[in-house]
């Protein structure tokens, strides 16, 4: 899961599903798709929290939770996936 989240967004932009939707992470700073691999990896670094013993699926519950509200209520539809990585999803 790692390397197809990473790989593909770090590598594209977009994992293939995006792109057969016709959609693009792009940074929040200038609008661009994020070229090299920290904003990637950042995007997938709220998934992490599963390893943590006892709390990790409580955890990952509330980043799911919460992902969805801000989904809702965000003016760019941002998640804590984007949040964490200051990116955001366009279609294009």
């Known amino acids: 899961a790692v390397a197809y989240e990473v790989g593909f967004v770090g590598a594209l932009g977009a994992t293939p599903g995006k792109l057969m939707l016709g959609l ?16 990637a990896a950042l995007r997938y670094a709220p998934d992490l929290v599963i390893i943590v013993p006892v709390i990790g699926g409580l955890a990952s519950l509330v980043i799911v939770v919460l992902s969805l509200v801000w989904l809702w209520t965000d003016d760019r539809r941002r998640t804590v996936y984007d949040r964490v990585a200051t990116t955001y999803v366009v279609k294009v």
Request: hydrophobic residues 25%; negative net charge; aromatic residues 6%.
């Open 24 to 39: 693009r992470i792009v940074a929040q700073e200038d609008g661009h798709t994020p070229q090299g691999w920290d904003k």
